[in-house]
């Protein structure tokens, strides 16, 4: 990879792999669970990390490399990690960072498969999840103790759509020697160069905007290569870094924790993202685009109550995005109808735009995140979410911008 290509240019030619080499000009499929040796010797030496070579596709795969070494190319990282989903990466970065009787914080308003995923399994294991305000810097400052292992937090909360500010929070990790885990899903490496920040570790869901068209389901984490491992206050990180240095987290996150509990990628799903990425700066850009102009539409209908969207000049996160995403805002915006009786029957109405649990997708969503996603949090839960009865969640898609807001019209009309 040349070191000044362009974001675009290396989400296209970056991290290839062996195929090249037959003048293939996407990644081959290595649809393989094992890969054999010739000798016994070779095969004992990959096992002892003596060389380099491919085992088990629950460890590694050629494929699924070229995915990691491409969305770390973007990210400029020291190494990346595919995973099954995007949960599947975040759980794995816990699992490496943490054990019984630590904490992490968090943010609150966060993606609701993640909140599950910390009250169903991290707390009844032992890991306490505090949680404050995703934008309250001070916040973060007072509920750091000395168990505090990891502070995540996601770029634009999902459906909140409030926008820490990345860099001061990074601050007030560093100087407690605490990494700083973000998930940026909704804002992908396109948006947000998040090395640029402080963040440590990146996580993507690569469901979304990296596959682009909603069909198949990933994850992936980066190791920023700005954390001094061997000061870790994770044990099993630091324990590890004396034996590979800077690799401690990866060597952790792959080989202890994916390695054991198989939350490997599949090779034919990297395939896919790996295809998805090679647009991502172009889809992003209409994403985006879309967006703000749906927003702006959404907003002069007397129809709606209020529209979320932080590329409206009067969102709170309006400005800190403004200066973190590149004067871009990502696709989501949320609306409000005032009763879930209106809410549903925009959803009803709408003719194009598809009702599914999903985002990033090239096709414009929406959904209704109380009576789906966060049917299983309380209403506490819920409401510190941003997730009200009345609420709507669009992932504008990147069709032509007179067709979306055409079926809104109509389907307004009708509410
Ligand atoms: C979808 C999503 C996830 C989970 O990713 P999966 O690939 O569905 O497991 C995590 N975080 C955010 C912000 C998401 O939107």
Redesign the pocket.
């Known amino acids: 990879m040349k070191e000044n290509w362009e974001f675009a240019t290396r989400s296209i030619h970056s991290g290839v792999g062996p195929e090249t080499k037959l003048g293939a000009t996407t990644p081959p499929i290595y649809q393989s669970s094992a890969f054999g040796y010739d000798t016994a010797e070779e095969l004992s030496d990959v096992f002892q990390g003596r060389g380099f070579g491919y085992i088990y596709s629950r460890v590694a795969n050629p494929t699924v490399s070229v995915i990691e070494q491409r969305v770390n190319a973007l990210e400029q990282g020291r190494g990346a990690l595919a995973a099954a989903?995007?949960?599947?990466a975040?759980a794995t970065t816990i699992f490496a960072l943490t054990r019984s009787g630590d904490e992490i914080i968090a943010g609150k308003s966060l993606?609701g498969?993640?909140l599950q995923l910390f009250s169903d399994i991290f707390e009844n294991y032992g890991v306490q999840v505090v949680y404050v305000d995703s934008c309250d810097v001070a916040g973060y400052r007072k509920a750091i103790s000395s168990r505090t292992r990891l502070i995540f937090l996601?770029t634009i909360g999902?459906p909140q759509l409030d926008v820490p500010d990345l860099k001061q929070i990074a601050t007030v990790a560093a100087e407690y020697e605490i990494p700083l885990v973000v998930?940026s899903?909704?804002t992908t490496p396109y948006l947000l160069f998040a090395k640029e920040f402080g963040v440590n570790i990146v996580i993507h869901?690569?469901?979304?905007y990296i596959s682009g068209s909603g069909n198949s389901?990933?994850?992936v984490l980066v190791d920023l290569g700005n954390f001094e491992w061997k000061r870790s206050r994770s044990e099993a990180v630091r324990e590890l870094s004396a034996k590979v240095g800077g690799f401690a987290f990866l060597a952790r996150a792959r080989k202890q924790i994916q390695q054991n509990t198989g939350s490997c990628l599949s090779p034919f799903n990297a395939y896919l993202q790996c295809l998805g990425l090679e647009t991502l700066a172009l889809r992003m850009e209409r994403h985006c685009d879309n967006a703000l102009a749906l927003a702006k539409y959404l907003q002069n209908s007397p129809q709606i109550v209020s529209v979320n969207y932080p590329g409206l000049d009067n969102a709170a996160g309006y400005q800190v995005a403004k200066t973190q995403f590149g004067g871009r805002f990502g696709g989501i915006l949320t609306i409000r109808l005032g009763t879930q009786e209106r809410a549903f029957k925009l959803v009803n109405r709408l003719k194009m735009v598809k009702n599914l649990a999903n985002?990033g997708d090239a096709k414009t969503l929406i959904i209704h995140p109380a009576s789906t996603i966060y049917c299983n949090c309380s209403r506490e839960l819920q409401e510190a979410a941003g997730v009200y009865p009345d609420l709507l969640r669009i992932s504008v898609g990147i069709e032509a911008i007179k067709d979306i807001i055409a079926d809104f019209e109509a389907a307004l009309k009708e509410v």
Do not use: V
């Open positions: 989903s995007g949960m599947a975040i993606f498969g993640t996601e999902n998930d899903t909704l869901s690569t469901s979304k389901i990933g994850g985002i």
